[in-house]
């Protein structure tokens, strides 16, 4: 499996950005996909997570109400962030990662076994 994420760049704060994680290979394998984010000096981070078909979706608490983690409908291998209402906390290069284990460690960055190559996100105060 590989993914490729993009889609990050520089917005100001209370804007908004959607990042796009495009899988191929063997996406038969997925069962879930997931977004993290590392900022300079900090642990990867969890964002959110969706199943594979986009039927369940996940979230960290500092993202819910702001970040909508969604399937792509017209492309069912690329998978989607939306981040509305940005703040600049939110700084980070964000990645996109194949889940490989059972629900509970879906916030557990270990438990991923692919990676994208990350996105930039930079949100100006």
């Known amino acids: 499996v590989q993914l490729q994420a993009s889609g990050g760049g520089l917005v100001q704060a209370g804007g908004s950005l959607r990042l796009s994680c495009a899988a191929s290979?063997?996406?038969?394998?997925?069962?879930?996909v997931g977004w993290f984010r590392q900022a300079p000096g900090k642990e990867r981070e969890f964002v959110a997570a969706i199943t594979w078909n986009g039927g369940y979706t996940y979230y960290a608490n500092v993202v819910k109400g702001r970040f909508t983690i969604s399937r792509d409908r017209a492309n069912n291998t690329v998978y989607l962030l939306q981040m509305n209402s940005l703040k600049p906390e939110d700084t980070a290069v964000y990645y996109c990662?194949?889940?490989?284990?059972?629900?509970?460690?879906?916030?557990?960055?270990?438990?991923?076994?692919?990676w994208g190559q990350g996105t930039q996100v930079t949100v100006s105060s």
């Open positions: 290979g063997r996406t038969a394998s997925m069962s879930r």
């Open positions: 990662g194949r889940h490989r284990g059972p629900l509970s460690t879906v916030a557990i960055s270990t438990s991923y076994d692919f």
